[in-house]
């Protein structure tokens, strides 16, 4: 009995190990259709999702995202934006001033699974739903829902009417199954920040005032219906006023799916050599004519560069849509604000399809990790927009040199000023938007940046690319991208994480002096911790006719050193640097009368808080 026992618990663990090891996904096969009002702002719509639990769990309840009721004055939204003492200036008050029709709602008029009613209630944002029959694992179940909705004025993200004057920027617009992964159910209320999905099919008809221009997340499956330019030849036609016109989307393989109209949109599009369709919806006039105009060259630019260094796109389209209130990413496109600078239109566009790497495919859970998708995110469209100004496309500036100039600077004063939160956040309980904002976007940046100082150039660039083809539609952590950088430069990096993710603690170095060593051939350089965050230290010592010597001194802990930083090579130091010790000398086999200066993190990758300290010049 005792043997039969151990051998069945061993078996169940063995299995449950696997399952997390192999990160099983769910998946959520969605067929909608909707029926929209232009007069009322309202729509009718029909769901059915074919639901396939991978999970080693037996399911008994399911939860949907109602996003629109985050639009109605008293939700959790209008409360959290009123009481912040730095509250988005796009939000702040306005929700709890809306009127009854210009709130967002979503009505569910039934559910049923599997052709039963189920049990639900509406808590806030969130569908809490009992369902006839708990979804076993490895089994799927079909949800069928009817639902009414309105679309609330243009506040966050979603609605109608921005301030640009685009009709409808639809985002978070449909009752959306929440997320269950191996850390359990993700239904997390809409208060201001992020989102978790589950990949699938998107099969979506949107019927519409036929005067509309539509574009978003998939491929348009009837282009000769609808016209518009979405023909592969011929000329756009104007429908006939007064009438409907249905739109019928195909997205395969996302997690959330988006859509915008309005009847004086303009449409291109251009072909990159990468074979990716790129569309452009805007509103023509002299603040968007040409900038507009000269967006398709710059981001097929853009994606040549992405694609070589970060991974490759995977699917054939891509649509950048004038709508929204600033910028936000979707599957396949994105809605950003159109009447900008070239400089502001291109830097907006490059950093949300740069989010299709890691919010799209990769897919952090932005609400536990939004420092690792805005952070990686901020990281890959400052090095692109380094490259774009590069090659002539945008006029150069100073931080062409230094793309993440900002984001350390940013990092800086809000650590200086008291005010930052340890990455392990939840995103929606930051205690200001800044701590979020500069954490997130500035202190995720920089962590990439520092990691490239850590274990050099080439060994960061292949794990960049290793991290996205391992682990793409897989919802990667924090320690999944570790471990990818382990195995990639043969260090041990827990503890950068651990120091740069789990705390608040700052790092600062100093040199503390130069002297003559017990042998006259030899140097010593006082080197001093100061601040509680370790590093691995690089110093270059400059000597009196202009020679520079570069050494690496690395961290015990690491378990190895970085001897190769893209074309600059290192001397490794005699010893490792112990990171409980504050102090630390450096033997070099020169004469001190030769040397000129000393000076730590020659190319500034690391975040030390006092750089006054780190360069010692000899009189």
Known sequence: MYKFSLFFFLTIVSINLSAQADRWQQRAEYKMEIDVDVSTNQFTGKQTITYYNNSPDALDRVFYHLYFNAFQPGSMMDERSRTLPDSDPRVGSRISKLKANEEGWHKVISLKQDGKETKFQIEGTILEVDLASPILAGKSTVLEMEFQSQIP??????????KEGIRYSMSQWYPKLCEYDYQGWHANPYVGREFHGIWGNFDVKITIDNQYILGGSGYIQNPNDVGYGYQDKGVAVKHE??????????????????WAADPDYKHTKMLTSQGVMMHFLYQENEKTRD??????????????????????????????IQGGDGGMEYPMGTLITGERSLPSLVGVSVHEWFHSWYQMVLGFNEALYAWMDEGFTTFG??????????????????EAIHPHMGSYRGYFNVSSAGYEEALTTHADHFTTNTAYGVGSYSKGCVFLNQLQYIVGKEAFAKGMLDFYNT???????????????????????DWYREYWVQTTH?????VKGVEKGEKSKMTNIQLEKIGVMPMPID???????????????PLRIMRGE??????????????DWPWTHSNYTLSIPVKSKKVVSVEIDPTKRMADTDESNNVFKID
């Open 153 to 162: 004025v243009q506040i966050r993200r979603t609605g109608r009417d921005n």
């Open 241 to 258: 006023k007064g009438k409907k016109l249905t739109w019928h989307f195909n997205a395969p393989n996302v997690h959330d799916f988006f």
């Open 291 to 320: 900038n507009w105009a000269k967006l398709p060259e710059i981001m097929a630019k853009a994606q040549g560069f992405m694609d070589k260094h970060y991974g490759k796109y995977p699917y054939k389209q891509y649509s950048f």
């Open 381 to 398: 469209s400052g090095e692109t927009m380094k490259y774009l100004r590069s090659e002539g496309l945008l006029p150069a500036k100073e």
């Open 471 to 493: 682990w793409k539609f897989k919802h990667p952590n924090a320690n999944d991208f570790i471990r990818i950088m382990e195995k990639t430069s043969g260090l041990e990096l």
């Open 506 to 510: 700052t790092i600062d170095y100093a």
């Open 539 to 553: 110093v270059v010592v400059t000597l009196d006719k202009g020679e520079k010597l570069y050494y690496t001194i």
């Open 562 to 575: 970085k001897l190769q930083d893209g074309d600059q090579a290192y001397e490794k130091a005699a010893a």
